[in-house]
Structures are given as C-alpha cells and as structure tokens.
C-alpha cells in the first residue's frame, strides 16, 4: 500500500504556476528529501501534502485515502522545515523528537526514530 501518492498535481499563485502535474508514490516508512533551487517548488509541496497549502489540481492519496480536502490534523503527518530548529532553545534531537511526543509515540519508539534518522 502507498503511504503518501501524488497525481497531477499543480498549483499556482496568481498567473504563475508553482507546481505541474507532479505525481510520486511515497511508500510508508520510506525517506524522501525534495532537492532544487530556491524557489522550485519544495516547499509548497510539502505544504500541500500537510494540508498548509490548497491543491489546485490533481488528487493527493494517504495511506489510501483522498485527502487533498482533508484539515491538516487529520492527516497524520509531519513537515520538516528547512531549518532543522524549529524551536531554537531546544536540541536538534527535542526538535526531531516534539511531532512524535505531540501524537503521544512511546519514548524509547521517539529515541529509537531520531537514532535512525541520525545516522542517515
């Protein structure tokens, strides 16, 4: 089963569009790092996928489930900014670590995560 599918997606502000007819299947428990210059587009994507940023076209699937018209709390995922301090008065690792502690992850699952994520 796919995790997170992408298909034809586009998006525009105003008469300039962002993103077009993006489609990528992202199974579950797989790392994916959107890489391209600065104003491509990677952001918004993420956006859109977390539910910050409306889809114009095309159809987001999670974990089997349309979603592009779902609110961003009943999606189940998390954004990774580019800066990895989010919350600057905490560690990388309490950053990595404060999605997981919000949807209540045991702790030793949390530091088994961020050990894994750590090493890539």
Request: glycine share 10%; aromatic share 4%.
């Amino acid at each position: 089963m796919t995790g997170i599918a992408l298909s034809g997606v586009s998006k525009h502000f105003g008469a300039v569009e962002v993103i077009r007819d993006v489609s990528l299947d992202i199974e579950p428990g797989e790392l994916v790092v959107f890489l391209g210059p600065s104003g491509s587009g990677k952001t918004t994507l993420l956006r859109m996928i977390a539910g910050l940023e409306s889809i114009d076209q095309g159809t987001l699937t999670i974990d089997g489930v349309r979603s592009e018209n779902l609110a961003p709390g009943r999606r189940n995922v998390a954004m990774v900014f580019q800066n990895y301090a989010l919350y600057p008065h905490m560690t990388v690792a309490e950053n990595m670590a404060f999605g997981l502690r919000n949807i209540r992850v045991a702790p030793d699952v949390i530091r088994q995560r961020i050990a894994e994520a750590a090493r890539i």
